[in-house]
């Protein structure tokens, strides 16, 4: 079957890998256009778009699949269905309607569950013991078209956004392939998602990101996984801003006010609303990231030293 691959970050090169090696044709490559990275902000082609080049694969650049320069190229490609993994760009119609399979969507998540930008994130975020990956049919819905497939994924104890998308990535890179294996032999079965367990995870912005330690210590640790690498969970202290690795909650540690810092050795504590947690690592205000403790010997905390609470609850 002809089929164009639409996809923009990194973790979407796992599936264009596997869908190239498979008996499909890739006809080409739609991703969003070059953006600017790093402090210079140096106009920088997609991981996708790289990867694609590196395999041979014609090109479409585009935030709009819908406009008419964008239109007559998918029409030239004529594909019969498009792979979508986090292209990042709403798809509408008369661009919904080209391919005759349509446009098929790897999402990370089990739908109805986690319909939205950051899937893994919130499932992390809610402590979601277990997800997955689904592929469904693109309409004009948030993530409501029919389910054609699903796989599963363990979410283990300490996983951040990170490592567990990684691994969704790669595992549900098979899932779309044999979702188009499916649709091109006439097997493939599109279940309409339920009503019920239905939950949003719209993007998360820096603010989401900050801690507020007056909350439990649990809930603390799966916000800064959830928010890990992106967009980075932080705190502050006397208007300085930190940014925080991972954290382990320390049930059997003596209480500690929310916020309040305890360093003793190589163990550095946070007060939260329930039990401390013990800090890793820590990116101090124009610094690299460091290990807490070696951040708290420079700093000599004095006795009652504290980050800000957050959400309002500033010490």
């Known amino acids: 079957m002809r089929v164009l691959f639409a996809g923009t970050p990194a973790v979407a090169v796992p599936s264009l890998e596997v869908l190239t090696g ?11 256009p070059p953006a600017p990275v790093g402090r210079r902000r140096v106009l920088t082609p997609s991981p996708v778009h790289a990867a694609a080049e590196a395999a041979g694969l014609p090109v479409l650049t585009s935030n709009r ?13 004529a594909p019969e269905a498009v792979a979508v993994v986090a292209y990042g ?9 080209l391919p005759r399979h349509g446009w098929i969507n790897l999402h990370f998540s089990l739908l109805p569950a986690w319909r939205g930008a950051a899937p893994v994130q919130h499932a992390i975020m809610a402590g979601d013991e277990i997800t997955g990956a689904s592929t469904f049919q693109i309409e004009a819905g948030l993530d409501t078209g029919p389910v054609l497939g699903t ?16 691994r969704l990535a790669h595992a549900g890179a ?16 599109a279940l309409p998602q339920p009503a019920e367990g239905v939950s949003l995870a719209p993007r998360l912005i820096s603010s989401d990101a900050r801690v507020d330690w007056s ?3 649990h809930v603390v640790d799966r916000r800064i996984r959830g928010c890990t690498p992106a967009p980075g969970a932080w705190t502050s202290r006397d208007d300085a801003r930190f940014k925080l690795g991972p954290v382990r909650p320390q049930p059997d540690a003596s209480p500690l006010r929310p916020g309040e810092l305890h360093a003793v050795g190589e163990s550095v ?24 403790a070696d951040w708290a010997r420079g700093a000599r905390l004095e006795s009652g030293a504290a980050f800000d609470g957050g959400a309002g609850v500033a010490r």
């Open 215 to 217: 909350l439990p210590a």
């Open 174 to 189: 098979p899932l779309l392939v044999a979702t188009l294996d499916g649709l091109a032999a006439g097997t493939a079965r």
């Open 22 to 32: 498979s008996d499909h044709e890739v006809v080409g490559v739609l991703t969003r």
């Open 151 to 166: 796989m599963t994924e363990t979410v283990r104890p300490r996983d951040t956004s990170g490592e567990l998308l990684d």
């Open 269 to 292: 504590l946070v007060g939260t609303g329930t039990h401390p947690v013990q800090l890793d690592q820590v990116a101090p205000p124009g610094k690299s990231w460091m290990s807490a």
């Open 89 to 97: 760009a709403l798809i509408r119609s008369p661009a919904l309607e």
């Open 65 to 77: 699949p819908h406009d008419e320069d964008t239109l007559a190229a998918l029409r030239e490609l």
